[in-house]
């Protein structure tokens, strides 16, 4: 396909897009609260420039390494911005700043959960990651495995992690939308859909990253806004916004509650975090943008830094919701109200960080948080797709189909593929699950990343002994029990089929599928015998060098 | 990477002298941001009330505020002396690995 005809074809896609939204949206106004025009304006302008991004990253993306890793060109601080954008979801701002604002200091304990994982990844894996890898994870598992069942087993990994995440998004987009801009749920899933294919197929990780990054800024600002509003309310003093918010909620609020009953629960919850983020294939894939290690390193402190922020700010959104927002007649679900009492706010208490910026700054600052909410749902949507699409045409089609002998712009064809099916399967899931209680989908992708991807990346690195068949044996071990602990433990067998009592009692599997993964992998490579074990443990050595030194490792592109 | 050349590397003493010194450091990074992460999360799993004991008798703000947040900067000053010294001091013994083999 020549330049020119991409070109327009993606003018084409833009003013397609376009339609469909300008049609939905005037459809949506009459139904729902003509407030909302305002975040339609502005996150029309938001669509807007990052089209013109991926306009521009459409250019610049000539090759396979383009296309997975921005030719390796993004700096620290950027890909910082961006790993914390890919972590800062919808659902997590939205979510735990509605837990806070629920059960107060729960969401704290909670958000730690998610944060402790970054050093760990940074002193740990980070490194020898950047050393190792091209563009995907099993670049590295699979450096001196057998590439084919290894390939196979990591991509299953990050495609059963991507799809599951994308579920949980689309979802959240859908509903999130319906109530923000008054669309209708299919419109929204499918605008959704069709805006992420438009940002990965035509500009790549390039175009990814730098929707990510100015999302990440857009949140960052609005959070912090809103953070400050609601302290300047109490001349910045914590103790009276405590106070007050304890005499709304009462002094509960202020004390660790039930999110972690029992010793196993944290500790798995732990393991599933800490784990589970250092083996979700989006996140690791961003380690491959940056130019060297010193890079790399540089990201995981930028990263950490703008989440543990991003973190104190939910927990003063959701404190300054339950002053602002709570018992405030404006936000009330009056119905609700009337049926169950309990003051519910209006959409559920997800929604408390919405209505706070209503109530910090009136319409046009509701209609800007509203928009950087849909904005963060695209922006990490696009950056799943993409993960997955690399996993099915890099590892998949190139490594395994066609056993490395494959020419670049091939192999980026078929990842752009992979992307529109990728796009068109999530739109399709977005839809199915509409009506589905999926609050078992995220804790299953992080149990899944923790159990299978992760034990097997790990002692690839750091394990001499490793062999394909432990890691095969093992790492499918890890996979089948938090599969089968997820689906006979609480969330699945009792909250979603009904059950009484659930076979497997506790919600988070990952302390006995990880342990399962690790003992599996260990006992199944020394026990192998075979000459090609031998071969395998023999190469550790020069692949420990290059992972220490970064001797022989991927350099930018040049352009 | 040849066999040669992973030997000569391996001899290097300043090879030898980075990857002890990084391992040593990153385990003990490591060590403290796992014990003070789960000591916060046992903390809350046998004895939830601690966290929640008011700070002072005239407050209602609990010890698991502060805590928290402690933990959340921890994890990010840990990242920070991390960096410093990985893309300072580890990096220039790098840099004369890689120098080492570039002369012959």
Not at chain 1, 536 to 548: L, T
């Amino acid at each position: 396909m020549s330049m020119m005809q991409m070109n327009r074809i993606f003018l084409f896609l833009i003013l397609g897009t376009l339609a469909v939204f300008a049609s939905g949206a005037i459809e949506g106004e009459v139904t729902k609260q003509a407030l909302n025009m305002s975040a339609i304006v502005m996150f029309l302008i938001f669509v807007g420039a990052t089209l013109g991004i991926t306009y521009w990253a459409a250019k610049r993306t000539k090759s396979a390494k383009d296309f997975y890793t921005a030719g390796g060109g993004i700096t620290g601080f950027q890909n910082g911005m961006a790993i914390a954008g890919d972590y800062m979801s919808a659902a997590s701002f939205l979510g735990i700043s509605g837990l806070v604002y629920m059960q107060g200091y729960d969401g704290l304990i909670y958000s730690i959960g998610f944060l402790v994982g970054w050093p760990i990844i940074l002193f740990m894996i980070a490194e020898p990651l950047r050393n190792l890898g091209k563009y995907t994870f099993a670049d590295v598992a699979s450096y001196r495995l057998r590439q084919t069942p290894i390939r196979i087993l990591a991509a299953f990994g990050s495609i059963a992690t991507v799809i599951l995440y994308l579920i949980a998004q689309m979802v959240g987009a859908g509903k999130l939308i319906q109530l923000l801009f008054g669309l209708d749920y299919e419109v929204a899933v499918a605008l959704v859909g069709v805006l992420m294919i438009l940002y990965v197929t035509f500009g790549g990780m390039l175009a990814t990253t730098w929707v990510q990054i100015i999302k990440a800024f857009l949140l960052l600002s609005g959070a912090s806004f809103m953070a400050v509003a609601v302290m300047a309310h109490y001349d910045f003093s914590f103790g009276a916004l405590f106070t007050h918010a304890t005499q709304l909620k009462g002094v509960e609020i202020m004390n660790p509650g039930g999110l972690v009953s029992d010793p196993i629960s944290a500790i798995s919850l732990a393991i599933a975090l800490m784990f589970g983020t250092a083996g979700l294939p989006h996140i690791l894939m961003r380690f491959f943008t940056v130019s060297d290690a010193k890079e790399a390193r540089k990201s995981v402190f930028y990263a950490t830094g703008f989440i543990g922020y991003f973190y104190i700010l939910t927990f003063i959104i959701g404190f300054g919701a339950i002053v602002m927002v709570f018992q405030n007649p404006q936000y009330l679900d009056v119905a609700k109200d009337a049926i169950e009492g309990g003051s519910p706010i209006l959409g559920g208490s997800n929604m408390a960080a919405i209505h706070l910026s209503h109530a910090v700054g009136g319409d046009f600052f509701l209609g800007f948080i509203s928009a950087v909410a849909f904005a963060t749902i695209l922006a990490v949507v696009s950056g799943l797709t993409l993960a997955g699409a690399s996993a099915i045409s890099h590892d998949l089609y190139a490594s395994v189909l066609k056993r490395g002998n494959v020419d670049s712009m091939k192999e980026m064809q078929v990842s752009k593929i992979a992307t529109v099916i990728l796009g068109i399967v999530a739109i399709i899931m977005g839809i199915m699950f509409e009506k589905q209680n999926i609050a078992f989908v995220v804790g299953l992708a992080f149990a899944i990343a923790a159990s299978a991807n992760f034990p097997i990346l790990f002692l690839s690195m750091y394990w001499r002994k490793l062999t394909t068949r432990g890691a095969v044996w093992g790492g499918s071990l890890g996979l089948a029990t938090a599969v089968i602990l997820v689906i006979i433990g609480p969330t699945v067998w009792v909250d979603l089929l009904g059950n009484a009592e659930a076979i497997f009692p506790y919600k988070y599997p990952a302390l006995f599928s990880v342990t399962a993964a690790f003992v599996g992998i260990w006992f199944f490579s020394i026990t192998d015998t075979s000459h090609n074990a031998q071969l395998e443990q023999e190469a550790y050595e020069a692949q420990y060098i290059r992972s220490q030194t970064g001797i022989g490792a991927e350099g930018a592109s040049e352009h | 990477m040849n066999k040669e050349l992973v030997d000569k590397i391996k001899n290097n003493p300043d090879y030898q002298e980075l990857v002890s010194k990084r391992s040593s450091f990153s385990l003990k990074l490591t060590a403290a941001m796992l014990v003070v992460y789960f000591t916060f999360i046992l903390t809350i799993a046998f004895d939830p009330s601690f966290l929640g004991t008011p700070l002072s008798a005239d407050s209602v703000t609990s010890i698991g505020i502060p805590v928290g947040i402690a933990v959340i900067i921890f994890a990010f000053v840990l990242t920070g002396i991390y960096t410093v010294r990985a893309n300072g001091e580890f990096d220039d013994l790098n840099n004369k690995i890689k120098n080492s083999i570039k002369e012959d």
